[in-house]
T-cell receptor, first 109, second 116 residues
């Protein structure tokens, strides 16, 4: 079982709609979770982090964490063409941060 | 506060050569992690240094090595380069080591290495 799994996509979402990105992880002891956005040819940029079960909102972004199900998600409301990128889920494990391979998101104008 | 810086940004080498990449973390950050990113494999962890000590190492051959200096700057070295080493090499810094802390890693712009 992969430590952090994401659907590779591409996920195509119409402009103005909600984009939903999902991530599962295997280490039940993980306590902190991150979402990074990576544009093509650029380095990852942190957009959200979440430590507690439930929802955390920041502008158009909402991170959701369910530790019992070992599941973390990112919702992007009112999707814009500038949101087109690869989104990396990262989990702070026992001694290192583990990244998923990322989901490519494409916002359709 | 200045971000993470990496030098050089681009590098072309030939097989068999060696290369040294440099990373300067955010001021005050003592942890530096290195990653290799390729289209097929995603972000793969190379190693992490904290206060000049290697804390953790990923599953890479011994040709990949690193070190950290007392000012927290870090270098990674790849010897006997192979074609498959062509990748984007990223470093990330944080104030505390990775693990069960709530520390966040911030990435530098990366060094794109092409091995011919």
């Amino acid at each position: 079982q992969k430590e952090v799994e994401q659907n590779s996509g591409p996920l195509s979402v119409p402009e103005g709609a909600i984009a939903s990105l999902n991530c599962t992880y295997s280490d039940r002891g993980s306590q902190s979770f991150f979402w990074y956005r990576q544009y093509s040819g650029k380095s990852p940029e942190l957009i959200m982090f979440i430590y507690s079960n439930g929802d955390k909102e920041d502008g158009r972004f909402t991170a959701q964490l369910n530790k019992a199900s070992q599941y973390v998600s990112l919702l992007i409301r009112d999707s814009q063409p500038s949101d087109s990128a690869t989104y990396l889920c990262a989990v702070n494990g026992r001694d290192k941060i583990i990244f998923g391979k990322g989901t490519r998101l494409h916002i359709l104008p | 506060k200045a971000g993470v810086t990496q030098t050089p940004r681009y590098l072309i080498k030939t097989r068999g050569q060696q290369v040294t990449l440099s990373c300067s973390p955010i001021s005050g950050h003592r942890s530096v992690s290195w990653y290799q990113q390729t289209p097929g494999q995603g972000l793969q962890f190379l190693f992490e240094y904290f206060s000049e000590t290697q804390r953790n190492k990923g599953n890479f051959p011994g040709r990949f090595s690193g070190r950290q200096f007392s000012n927290s700057r870090s270098e990674m070295n790849v010897s006997t380069l192979e074609l498959g080493d062509s990748a984007l090499y990223l470093c990330a810094s944080s104030s505390l080591p990775s693990g069960r802390s709530q520390e966040t890693q911030y990435f530098g712009p990366g060094t794109r290495l092409l091995v011919l």
